[in-house]
């Protein structure tokens, strides 16, 4: 069955540094990979997708990537400021192709002033 | 547009009661999501519905069903409760009705129905 791993729960990091997240999987090749954002008492928003021929994508300070070699995802925030604190979630489409996505745990990033 | 809303954000219940938590999605989106979040298991999916239908269901006993009206909106149900229950449920829809590798799937969460069940 399909696995998702995010490298750690919880990352703390300084204002202004570059923060990188972690998402692995198992099992599976998936077509997409997206990012969420959820901030507490929130549900997820929506960040990027990105697909499986490309090799990486920016949005704004948000950078990531994806290695369908390594079965790995990297999400990066430069610049990072004390707003972007919040748990960070990766997700993939569920593994027989149902319009449903399979969701990481998550990173709980903390940005220290 | 308006977002995704659920009601109520708060629900306390006791075991062995039944609940109804109900989901508005965005207008024009035709496929409901809902999710279970616990801090332990994180995300896990219930089920989806598109165009009145459950196309797809999650691993969830059968306590736990849901209908999606002529109108897209949503109802989720859960019967004889457990503590274990005790959750954040999300809904999210989504505009894309299409399934496979070209979908995008892009999901647009509400705030989520806080069960506690004591």
């Known amino acids: 069955s399909q696995k998702i791993e995010q490298n750690s729960e919880a990352l703390n990091i300084q204002e202004g540094k570059t923060a990188t997240l972690t998402c692995n999987y198992t099992?599976?090749?998936?077509?997409?990979l997206q990012w969420y954002r959820q901030d507490p008492g929130r549900g997820p928003v929506f960040l990027l997708l990105i697909r499986e021929n490309e090799k990486e994508k920016r949005k704004e300070r948000l950078k990531v990537t994806f290695d369908t070699t390594l079965k790995q995802s990297l999400f990066h925030i430069t610049a990072s400021q004390p707003a972007d604190s919040a748990t960070y979630l990766c997700?993939?489409?569920?593994?027989?192709?149902?319009?449903?996505?399979?969701f990481g745990t998550g990173t709980r990033l903390t940005v220290i002033p | 547009k308006a977002g995704v809303t659920q009601t109520p954000r708060y629900l306390i219940k006791t075991r062995g009661q039944q609940v109804t938590l109900s989901c508005s999605p965005i207008?024009?989106?035709?496929?409901v999501s809902w999710y279970q979040q616990t801090p332990g298991q994180g995300l896990q999916f219930l089920f989806e519905y598109f165009s009145e239908t459950q196309r797809n269901k999650g691993n969830f006993p059968g306590r736990f069903s849901g209908r999606q009206f002529s109108n897209s909106r949503s109802e989720m149900n859960v019967s004889t409760l457990e503590l274990g229950d005790s959750a954040l449920y999300l809904c999210?829809?989504?505009?894309?009705?299409?399934?496979?590798?070209?979908?995008?799937?892009?999901?647009?969460f509400g705030a989520g129905t806080r069960l506690s069940v004591l």
């Open positions: 099992n599976y090749s998936p077509a997409y």
């Open positions: 997700a993939l489409p569920d593994q027989t192709g149902a319009n449903n996505l399979f």
């Open positions: 207008s024009g989106h035709r496929s």
């Open positions: 999210a829809s989504s505009l894309e009705g299409s399934t496979g590798r070209l979908a995008k799937n892009i999901q647009y």
